[in-house]
Each structure stands twice: as C-alpha cells, then as structure tokens.
Nanobody, 126 residues
Framework: QVQLVESGGGLVQAGGSLRLSCAQAGRTDSRYAMGWFRQSPGKEREFVAAIRWSDGNTYYGNSVKGRFAISRDNAKNTVYLQMNSLRPEDSAVYYC???????????????????WGQGTQVTVSS
C-alpha cells in the first residue's frame, strides 16, 4: 500500500513563492511517476505538473509553465513543486498523486494515477 504525505501549503502574497513536498511512504518498490493536480471551489481538478522517477522527464500544465518547477529526490522518495510568481488564480487545494507502473495513457489525467494525497491548501492574496 502507498501513502502520500504532502506538506508546504500556506498563505502567500501575489508574486511570492511556495514549495510543496510529497513523500511516498509504504510500498516504495513500485513507482513510475508523480503528479500534482489542483482544485479550487466550483472548478474541476486541473493538472499542474508531473515527473517520471526513472529519467526525471517533466510535464507541465499550460497555466503554470515557466513559473512552477517539479523535481524529485529518489533517495527520499519525495517530489517537490516549486511555485514562483504566484497569482491569486493559483489558489487551490493541491494534491499529489502516484502512478505506480508504466502503462498506456499520459500523465495529464487523473485516471492515470493510482494513489492520492490528502491535499494541501495554497492561498495567494492579491
């Protein structure tokens, strides 16, 4: 069984930065990629970023390209989301998700992931 533990959310002013962390605990022998999604009230869950464990290839949603950076620490089984130049519209609950195996399907959709974290709130004030 896989558990994902998120941390790093909070309140920040527009233009500021935050770094989110997501640690994979429990079963760590099976892992393929990690992703971040976000959801704000009244909106659908949105893909933010993803990274493959093996080669570090990264993927970003259009709304965060150039501002957010995803990275990984293989030894710590932890993925980070560095968020810079934050905007009020970035406010949301951020969820990390784990995809455990290589299979067909891209990393941009929720259905591609096997386990989810509990979410961490990010609020950007104007």
């Amino acid at each position: 069984q896989v558990q994902l533990v998120e941390s790093g959310g909070g309140l920040v002013q527009a233009g500021g930065s935050l770094r989110l962390s997501c640690a994979q605990a429990g079963r760590t022998d099976s892992r393929y990629a990690m992703g971040w999604f976000r959801q704000s009230p009244g909106k659908e869950r949105e893909f933010v970023a993803a990274i493959r464990w093996s080669d570090g290839n990264t993927y970003y949603g259009n709304s965060v390209k150039g501002r957010f950076a995803i990275s990984r620490d293989n030894a710590k089984n932890t993925v980070y989301l560095q968020m810079n130049s934050l905007r009020p519209e970035d406010s949301a609950v951020y969820y990390c998700a784990a995809r455990l195996t290589s299979r067909s399907g891209g990393l941009y959709t929720e259905l591609s992931y096997d386990s989810w974290g509990q979410g961490t709130q990010v609020t950007v004030s104007s």
